[in-house]
């Protein structure tokens, strides 16, 4: 009886365990954002409502920022009437990027809607904004008055420096809704070979090593404090991508066919992770790091079946599972959005229903 009974819960756990599993497939569809005339576009990030910012060459050659929303790439100008690049975007639909004037200095700048402001700098001549959280909280870089530059914080009102790990220079590419930063900072001097990736909180910044090489860059943070980015590896002379938990940091790997290096850009909360990986030969591809394995984002994508060659560089990925970047399409480069969506597989559902009939058949012997 005692046997029997097992059986029945056994049969009846695994079938659930297995619909559950098989019920979250995901599937993509590939939107193509265009351009804004020119014949390139990239996208660097995208919020949890599926807008995506970047840049687009524009008819004139020059490069401006964008916003793609509804189907609809929208110019957001320039600061200077030159160049404009797009960085990051947060929740709330704020964009922080950068402006490049055609004769002159790059300059950080904050979208909210009503046009680009200026953050000004640190005391020297150029700076430029990677990202910002819901608190519209902004980190980026600035040159200093004395000729070095820094990673800042900007909080709404003023620009602070955040300081190096020893050296005399730093940038900040990531901050998440606790207020936590990551980038890289030299470790002494001016040397860009020996540079660490970092988390800042509260005005501490902290090494958080490499993969055994010399340099390490921190791309992005989460909610959970979990960084990635990019390392040297021991002894190789070549950079994988790194995924660090809090407490140590773990090599990514490359894509299968592309195992020269690789880098890591974007990271939600639930450690999905997007980046590219490079061939021997120089060919880039996309990837998504589910948490086990590093997959061809173009390969799980089926992006051929949407008109693409390619998908060779992902930028970013929301909580939603939402990916952007750029790939191949029709001879040219432009970004891409690849929405996420959860489908049921029938395969499941009869499996289901099946172990019901065997449990049902169990209890009745």
């Known amino acids: 009886m005692k046997f029997r009974i097992l059986r029945i819960v056994s049969v009846f756990l695994i079938s659930i365990a297995f619909c559950i599993n098989a019920a979250q497939a995901v599937s993509y569809t590939i939107t193509d954002l265009g351009t804004l005339g020119g014949a390139a576009s990239v996208g660097f990030s995208i919020n949890?409502?599926?807008?995506?910012?970047?840049?687009?060459?524009?008819?004139?050659?020059?490069?401006?920022?964008?916003?793609?929303?509804?189907?609809?790439?929208?110019?957001?100008?320039?600061?200077?009437?030159?160049?404009?690049?797009?960085?990051?975007?947060?929740?709330?639909?704020?964009?922080?990027?950068?402006d490049r004037p055609n004769n002159g200095y790059r300059r950080a700048f904050l979208y909210d809607g009503s046009?680009?402001?200026?953050?000004?700098?640190?005391?020297?001549?150029?700076?430029?904004?990677?990202?910002?959280?819901?608190?519209?909280?902004?980190?980026?870089?600035?040159?200093?008055?004395?000729?070095?530059?820094?990673?800042?914080?900007?909080?709404?009102n003023s620009m602070i420096d955040l300081g190096t790990l020893g050296g005399n220079n730093?940038?900040?590419?990531?901050?998440?809704?606790?207020?936590?930063?990551?980038?890289?900072?030299?470790?002494?001097?001016?040397d860009i070979h020996v540079k660490h990736a970092f988390i800042s909180s509260s005005g501490a910044m902290v090494d958080i090593g490499t993969l055994g090489g010399d340099t390490s860059v921190g791309n992005a943070i989460n909610d959970n404090g979990h960084v990635v980015g990019v390392s040297e590896v021991t002894g190789n002379n070549l950079f994988h991508a790194f995924y660090f938990d809090g407490d140590s940091m773990t090599d990514l790997g490359t894509l299968a066919g592309y195992d020269r290096q690789s880098s890591a850009y974007g990271i939600n909360n639930y450690g999905h992770v997007v980046g590219d990986s490079f061939s021997s030969t120089g060919e880039r591809a996309a990837f998504l790091y589910d948490g086990n394995n590093m997959l061809d984002l173009c390969v799980i994508t089926d992006c051929t079946s949407f008109g693409w060659s390619g998908l060779e560089y992902a930028a970013d990925i929301n909580n939603n599972g939402d990916i952007t970047g750029y790939g191949a399409v029709n001879g040219e480069m432009h970004a891409f959005i690849a929405s996420a969506s959860t489908v049921p597989i029938p395969a499941a559902a009869w499996l289901f229903g099946s172990s019901l009939v065997a449990l049902i058949g169990l209890a009745r012997r």
């Open 170 to 190: 730093s940038e900040a590419y990531g901050i998440n809704n606790n207020g936590q930063i990551t980038g890289y900072s030299n470790i002494s001097g001016y």
């Open 115 to 156: 046009g680009m402001v200026s953050l000004g700098t640190l005391g020297g001549n150029r700076s430029i904004a990677y990202a910002l959280n819901d608190s519209a909280n902004v980190v980026g870089y600035s040159d200093t008055a004395d000729g070095s530059y820094h990673a800042f914080q900007y909080n709404g």
């Open 48 to 98: 949890d409502d599926g807008i995506s910012v970047g840049y687009s060459n524009t008819l004139n050659i020059n490069s401006h920022a964008f916003i793609y929303s509804g189907n609809n790439m929208m110019d957001i100008g320039t600061l200077s009437g030159g160049s404009s690049y797009a960085h990051g975007i947060n929740n709330s639909g704020q964009v922080v990027g950068e």
